[in-house]
Every structure is written in structure tokens, then in C-alpha cells.
């Protein structure tokens, strides 16, 4: 366990200028708060805020950050309070340990709703203060450290799920990816044990070799540079667990095809020499011309700045080079910590401040997005971008995300640039609007004040502001159909009942109406009719409480609304609105099975149509169709699913894995087998299982057959 003594040194070092008696102070309190408390390891509970502070001071963290690593926890778990905090260390360190008991203390409904709100309210904190995520993700690293210590696999999973999910990618957006390594590796090994495990085995099983390997080049390297009277530091580095599993998988790969497990930095003193070195790398050996990034000429979101290429060594191997600064490298470990300028002012310069505003774009996009599983996609797009530079007409530069297209980079210009766009040049030339940006090109979008955006754009483009604007034309079309469709099927209806609608519109009991079913006004009520959400009927009961005759006809009208009334009893499994005589479907897209969040989609005239809920094409429909259903647990059903088995060919690998199918409870539908050239077998299966953990438990036990490399679901 770290000391406070130790941390009092490591700050001393680089704020020796600071007074450290806050951090003292911190201690003791801290110490007190805690005093007979223990953490699940059987530690005293005092050791996890030392190893916080202790994370903070390792990456040079300010006294006051310090100090709020000590404290973090006292709100939440001890009789301490805010005005106790205040008076004792100052409105500084009472704000950011309030932020962290605030992104502590989140309960909600489901997985999802949970999942979203905290990403919200972590970006939110971040644009207040980073110095309130900085202590959370040293909360959640130390966390993982001691997870072997939660006696509960569920626990487990779900707290490395949630740590892949979230604060993963907010360490790699942030830039620090020391803490973004450690995080994805450890959850990585508590996710997939078993892939874990054959991975390090693997690394291990010819790891004295690498090594020895990895001095050759570094000597050789070294030699070469000290010829051309550059000083430099060169590393070799393994890539992380997690890194390799990923791309084995992305990109069907085995482990021996992974040529970059192996890595070298070179590290210098000034940018001219990175470009010098970069140039007798390419003297040396034949560079790869795909593989070379600049990312010091063109620096990541998050401030990493290095020279990445890879060249054909003297074997014929791959070699993978980054060349930095050892300020650029100082970055690349501590990301926004590198740069910390809280001192005097208590901001961040300039620079930062613009390097960092991805932050407050995010939330500007998402402030109107309440759709958890809408909001989830979107920021992992903005939490995962790999970078396209695209150039203006007038030659200033914006940056994309990979994959972008002209409509994403109109709507980067202007919201009405993107909604009025009608084509795109490229480079001078006519090009489709779903054509894929590159580095480099010039984009020039053509636009007319009498186009709108179309649906099918929802197909192409990954910009969130775009995704956001068009889904919000869209929504505004919709609402004017349904608003008027709603008004037309109202007035039929109450006019049956001899209900002059018009006049109840304006009389309390609609407005009584209105709050009975959540809306916030008559226009949202009205519409919701259009939408086949909820029928004239229902509105009829509720301003005139006849209850009597008009349930059974209310069933029949909404059935009419969102599709035909089955004859024979529909296939089971799925209810709707706790209406069991609706004609359902299931989405192809994603085959949801029972114990997977679903959601259902109204067609009017086809029924209701299910998908997961984070369903790539569940996402881009209407909120405003969607509808609230449930599995029926009462009900057992088998569903098909496809799967993917990745291996390599030996005799009998397909009857033994037809029979593990069989011999695990699942029917096969169908399979489709394809054999590479380099002796790698592709197998497609559709099976039918019973629900979420029938389809766990035969992905599992088909992970065992001999010379069975992975097994992935289709998504």
C-alpha cells in the first residue's frame, strides 16, 4: 500500500513551489472519516483514497487534486458533510469532491438508462471540471486493480462492462492512455477469461525470443542514429491484450498474423529530428504507404502528436515505429494532465481549452436526445473518432470522423448547409452524396433553399450533428402528418359520440386529458392519435369517463391502427401494450431472443415489428412510433439466431460441431462453410435457442472444440 509519505515526495518534486499541508490535512481527515472502515480485500479502507491521490500525483497533478483524491470518498461512505469540507479545505475542493459523490451516486431503471445518464453527467462534469473525472478514472483503475476481491461473477462482468463501456473511452478521449491500456486489459480479462488466458499463453510461449528480438532492433536502431549524431531513447513495446483480441477479431485474423504485437518508439528531443529519424527509417527499409500517420503535422483530438509508420524489415517482417518528442511522449501517457494549468487563474490556456471543446460539442449535441439508447450510439461516435482532414474550398482545414461523407461535412459547416445540401464535388468532381471522405480531399457542397433532407441519408452518415438535425427534420415532418391525421381521426370519433371536438379542445377536460397521458400539450396529444400510439378512443374515455361500452372497441380500433387482428391466436412470446392480439414480427436485422431489452416499432397496416434495443436500425426510426413491449416468460418459444464460428480445417470439425449444437438444447436451421487459402474455416450457423443464456451457454461450449479459434453472434 502507497504512504501518504510517498505522495508528499512525488509532489514535492514537480510543486516544490506548493504548500503540502492541504494534502496533509486531507489525510488526516481522511483517515478519521474512514477509521474502522475495510474494503472487500480485508485492507483498511484508507488505502483505496491513498492509491487515488497517489495515480494523481504519478501523472503531476496540483495540490488541490490531490487533496480531493484524499477526500472523494467521505461524502458517500462517512458522516462527513459539504459545509464540514467547505469550511476545513475551501470552495475548490468542496466543488470537485461534490462532483465525484455526484457520479457516484446514480440509480435507474434499466442497464441502459443507467448507462447513458452516466456517460451524461460525466461529460457534463468534465466540461465543469476535469479534474472530477481525472480522480474518477483513478477511482475506477485502483477498483479494477482489487475486482478479484467481488465474490460475484455477475458483479464482475457488469463492473467490467461498465468500465469498457464508459471510462475506456473517456481515459483514450482524454488522452491518457496508461490508464486507458490498464482499464481495457483488465476488463478484457474479466470479460473473456478463457480468450484472456490462451492470449497471454500464447504472448508468453515465444516471449525470450521477442526479447531478444527486440534488443537486436533497438541496438541496431540505436547504432544507426548515433551515426547521424541524433541522441534518442528507443523502446520496444508489446501490444496490450485487448488491442490484440480486437483486431483479431475485426479483422479475422490469427495470432500469428498479428505482425505488430511488437512495437518500437523512438524518442528525441526536437520535432526535426522526428523527421529526420523518419527519414532514414524509410532509407533503411521499404515503408508501407497505407501505414504512415502524422499525427505531429496533424495531432490527435486529444493533443497525442507522434509519427507512426511501418516498414518492411531486414527478415521481411513488419516493423511498427512511433517517433515523438519527450515532451510528445509525456503527453501520450498523461494526456490533458501533461498540460495542466490550473494555477493562478484556475483555466486552462487557450490552446487547451480549443483542444478540448469536443466536450462541449458532445453536449450541445446530445441536450434535446433523451432516447438513452440514441444517446449511447451517438457518444461512443464522438468517443471512438479516427480522424479524416478535409479541406474547404477556401482552404481551411476541418477534421471528421473515418467513414464521413459529404452530408456529414455540410452539416460540420452548417446546419442549413446540411439540410439544403442537393450534391457534393470532390476534388472539382460530381460525386454521389455517400461517398466516403478521404485525407486530403477538397469538398464543395452544392445547395438549394428548396431541398430538405431525406431519410435514406440515416444510412450513410456517422457524424452525430448530422445523424441529430436530420433525425430532427424528420421528426418535425412527422409530427405535421400526424398532427393532422390525429385531428382528422379525432373528429370522426367523437362526432359518433356525438362530441363536438373542436369545442372540447378548449374546455378543461382535454387539458385534463392532456396531463392523464403525460403530454405537454394538446397539439403532442393530438398527434400521438397519428402516430398509433394511443386511439380517439382513449381520449373519449377520459374527458367523459364512459367506461362501459368502449373498451372492447377501443382493443379493435387500435389493432386497425397498427395492424390486422390475427384470426388464430398469434405466435407467443412478445406482448404489447399487454395486448396479446397484435400482428408482431421480428426484426431480421437483429433477432432478439428472450432476456435481450427490446423495443417495438409501429407500421401502420403491418403490425408492430421487434428489435434489440440497440438495434442499429431500431435507432435511426422515429421515437415517436415506438412502443413499449415485454417478453412473455410464460411463454416457451425457441428463436433463431446466427452465428459466426471462426477456426482452422481439420477432419470432422463440422460434425462436431453440429453435434455440440444439437448436444447443448439448439436446432440448427442452417450453415453455410467457406475455407480459405490459409487453412482458416468461416461457419455460418442459424440456430434456434430459448433465450439469452440458452444462446451464452452454446457460444460457450462451442469455444471448446479443438481448433475452434472464436465464436461471435451476428449482430
Not at 516544490?16 to 481522511?30: K, V
Not at 490550473?342 to 441536450?367: C, L, P
Request: hydrophobic share 40%.
Amino acid at each position: 500500500m502507497i504512504r501518504i509519505n510517498d505522495i508528499l515526495d512525488k509532489v514535492a518534486k514537480y510543486h516544490p513551489e506548493d504548500g503540502l499541508d492541504i494534502i496533509d490535512r486531507a489525510y488526516i481527515y481522511s483517515a478519521k472519516a474512514h477509521a474502522g472502515q475495510v474494503r472487500l480485500s480485508g485492507e483498511p479502507y484508507l488505502s483505496h483514497p491513498l492509491e487515488v491521490a497517489g495515480m494523481l500525483a504519478d501523472i503531476k497533478l496540483d495540490t488541490i487534486s490531490v487533496a480531493s483524491a484524499l477526500l472523494h470518498d467521505v461524502l458517500e461512505d462517512t458522516e462527513a458533510t459539504e459545509e464540514e469540507i467547505e469550511k476545513i479545505f475551501g470552495p475548490e475542493v468542496l466543488h470537485i469532491v461534490a462532483g465525484v459523490t455526484k457520479l457516484s451516486k446514480l440509480n435507474f431503471s434499466s442497464a441502459q438508462v443507467r448507462e447513458a445518464e452516466s456517460i451524461r453527467k460525466m461529460l457534463l462534469a468534465m466540461s465543469n471540471d476535469i479534474r472530477v473525472i481525472l480522480i474518477k478514472l483513478a477511482d475506477r483503475l485502483h477498483n479494477m486493480r482489487t475486482l478479484q476481491f467481488h465474490k460475484s461473477e455477475e458483479k464482475r462482468r457488469k463492473i467490467a462492462q461498465e468500465t469498457l463501456d464508459i471510462y475506456a473511452p473517456i481515459a483514450s478521449r482524454l488522452g491518457i492512455y496508461k490508464v486507458k491500456n490498464e482499464l481495457e486489459n483488465t476488463a478484457f480479462k474479466y470479460l473473456h477469461p478463457d480468450e484472456y488466458n490462451n492470449l497471454v499463453n500464447m504472448v508468453n510461449r515465444d516471449k525470450e525470443q521477442r526479447e531478444k528480438y527486440i534488443e537486436t532492433v533497438k541496438t541496431f536502431i540505436k547504432k544507426k542514429l548515433n551515426e547521424n549524431n541524433l541522441e534518442c531513447e528507443v523502446l520496444g513495446r508489446y501490444k496490450h491484450f485487448h488491442s490484440i483480441h480486437h483486431k483479431m477479431i475485426s479483422q479475422n485474423l490469427a495470432f500469428e498474423e498479428i505482425y505488430d504485437i511488437i512495437a518500437f518508439r523512438i524518442i528525441l528531443d526536437t520535432i526535426s529530428q522526428c523527421y529526420e529519424v523518419l527519414g532514414l527509417l524509410h532509407a533503411l527499409w521499404k515503408p508501407i504507404d497505407i501505414k504512415f500517420k502524422d499525427y505531429i503535422g496533424r495531432p490527435k483530438p486529444n493533443m497525442y502528436q507522434s509519427l507512426h509508420t511501418t516498414v518492411i524489415g531486414p527478415y521481411g517482417e513488419r516493423i511498427e515505429f512511433q517517433i515523438r518528442t519527450r515532451e510528445m511522449d509525456k503527453v501520450a501517457k498523461s494526456g490533458i494532465a501533461a498540460h495542466w494549468s490550473y494555477k493562478e487563474g484556475k483555466h486552462f490556456d487557450k490552446k487547451i481549452t480549443n483542444a478540448y471543446s469536443w466536450i462541449k460539442n458532445i453536449i450541445e449535441n446530445q441536450v434535446n436526445v433523451r432516447d438513452p439508447n440514441e444517446f449511447l450510439e451517438n457518444v461512443r461516435l464522438d468517443l471512438f473518432p479516427d480522424e479524416v482532414y478535409i479541406f474547404t474550398p477556401n482552404g481551411d482545414i476541418k477534421s471528421l470522423p473515418k467513414g464521413a461523407t459529404p452530408i456529414d461535412f455540410a452539416y460540420l459547416i452548417h446546419t442549413e448547409v446540411g439540410n439544403q445540401c442537393v450534391g457534393a464535388k470532390i476534388n472539382g468532381r460530381m460525386v454521389p452524396l455517400k461517398s466516403v471522405l478521404k485525407t486530403g480531399n477538397t469538398v464543395e457542397i452544392i445547395t438549394s433553399k428548396k431541398h430538405h433532407p431525406s431519410k435514406d441519408w440515416l444510412n450513410f452518415v456517422i457524424t452525430v450533428k448530422a445523424r441529430s438535425r436530420i433525425r430532427q427534420w424528420i421528426k418535425i415532418q412527422e409530427k405535421e402528418r400526424s398532427l393532422s391525421l390525429g385531428r382528422e381521426m379525432c373528429d370522426k370519433a367523437f362526432r359518433k359520440y356525438n362530441l363536438n371536438f373542436n369545442s372540447l379542445l378548449k374546455k378543461e377536460e382535454m387539458k385534463q386529458a392532456v396531463n392523464h397521458f403525460g403530454f405537454k400539450n394538446v397539439e403532442d396529444l393530438i398527434a400521438s392519435v397519428g402516430y398509433g400510439k394511443i386511439t380517439p378512443l382513449q381520449i373519449i374515455r377520459t374527458v367523459t369517463r364512459q367506461t362501459e361500452t368502449l373498451a372492447d372497441e377501443e382493443s379493435s380500433l387500435l389493432n386497425k391502427i397498427i395492424g390486422r387482428v390475427k384470426k388464430k391466436k398469434p405466435k407467443p412470446g412478445v406482448t404489447v401494450k399487454g395486448i396479446d392480439d397484435v400482428l408482431l414480427k421480428f426484426g431480421k436485422c437483429c433477432m432478439p431472443v428472450p432476456g435481450e431489452p427490446i423495443t417495438g416499432y409501429i407500421t401502420r397496416g403491418f403490425g408492430v415489428t421487434i428489435h434489440r434495443v440497440n438495434c442499429v436500425n431500431a435507432l435511426k426510426m422515429s421515437p415517436e412510433r415506438q412502443i413499449e413491449v415485454e417478453w412473455n416468460i410464460e411463454v416457451e418459444e425457441t428463436y433463431p439466431v446466427k452465428i459466426l464460428v471462426h477456426s482452422f480445417d481439420r477432419v470432422g470439425l463440422m460434425a462436431d460441431m453440429a453435434a455440440n449444437i444439437t448436444k447443448n438444447g439448439a436446432n440448427i436451421n442452417s450453415v453455410i462453410s467457406n475455407t480459405r487459402d490459409d487453412g482458416s474455416v468461416e461457419s455460418s450457423f442459424t440456430i434456434f435457442v430459448k433465450n439469452a443464456e440458452h444462446l451464452k451457454k452454446v457460444l460457450k461450449e462451442l469455444k471448446k472444440i479443438k481448433m475452434v479459434h472464436d465464436v461471435i453472434r451476428i449482430k
